[in-house]
């Protein structure tokens, strides 16, 4: 298991929180592109900015796991969390956790039924896109992400609860990224610069170590989909799709900017 640095500058007697997550699958050592693993690791490096916790964070290959990992916890995928010897291993049961026995957590899990409705399906969305290009498909994905920036504009704030960030946006978020790289690789598809107050929100988010630390490169990003079980089909719209993994040999890219063409002033 390969170890990244704890966040520095925290004091001993904050407790330390480990969250294991999944490693890329092209080095098997940086950090891989699954969504729920970068959402936790969100939601935890926020709360180690506040000092509540010391953030460790360990990636697994899980084409060559440890043994350690194997003795400890058998076929169990990541996102794992672990919090002093206590090992939390479901997603639902992970977001529990850092809710009611993680410093701090309480804050980041606001109540909000309009946005978990509004975000909720968006990724399933993706997928279906992903899977064959088509106008409805792609209507569909783009009446999502029309409401989500309608959202935005409606309430006129940096985050989507509020000018503070919670775990929707941690949740979100990465959605989004997923869309932006593999959806152009694969699909061309392109969030369309009209959507000023999604690309602005988009942009705050850019900004914040909580999600550049957290966030896989592109090439993890298409590498993920291209090892999906859709991809072993042939269909004429993955018209981009080489199963050989060049991406093996390029340097790590990150899609971290706004276009040119998107005014979000």
């Given at each position: ?123 399933s969305k993706l997928k ?20 989500i920036d309608e959202h ?114």
């Amino acid at each position: 298991m390969a170890d990244d640095d704890s966040m520095n500058g925290i004091h001993d007697e904050v407790p330390e929180i480990e969250l294991i997550i999944k490693a890329s699958t092209i080095d098997g050592r940086r950090k891989g592109a699954c969504l729920f693993c970068q959402e936790y690791f969100m939601d935890l490096y926020l709360l180690a900015e506040l000092k509540t916790i010391r953030l460790k964070v360990t990636t697994v290959d899980m084409q060559k796991p440890p043994p350690d990992f194997r003795t400890n916890f058998e076929a169990t995928p990541p996102p794992i969390l672990v919090d002093n010897g206590l090992a939390v291993l479901e997603n639902e049961k992970i977001e529990r956790h850092i809710m009611k026995n993680v410093p701090g957590g309480h804050n980041l899990f606001v109540q909000d039924k309009e946005v978990a409705t509004l975000i909720e399906n968006l990724y399933s969305k993706l997928k279906l896109m992903l899977l064959k290009k088509d106008d409805t498909k792609t209507s569909s994905l783009m009446s999502h992400l029309r409401k989500i920036d309608e959202h935005l504009e409606r309430k006129d704030t940096r985050f989507l609860t509020g000018d503070t960030m919670c775990c929707f946006d941690c949740e979100l978020m990465p959605r989004l990224q997923h869309i932006r790289v593999a959806g152009k690789y694969f699909v061309d598809f392109e969030i369309p610069a009209e959507f000023k107050s999604l690309w602005r929100y988009m942009y705050h988010m850019y900004q914040l170590d909580a999600f550049t630390q957290s966030c896989p490169a592109d090439q993890d990003i298409i590498n993920h989909y291209k090892l999906q079980q859709f991809c072993i089909f042939i269909d004429p719209y993955w018209k981009n799709v080489k199963m050989k993994k060049h991406e093996e040999l390029e340097t790590p890219t990150f899609t971290t900017s706004i276009p040119v063409n998107v005014d979000i002033n």
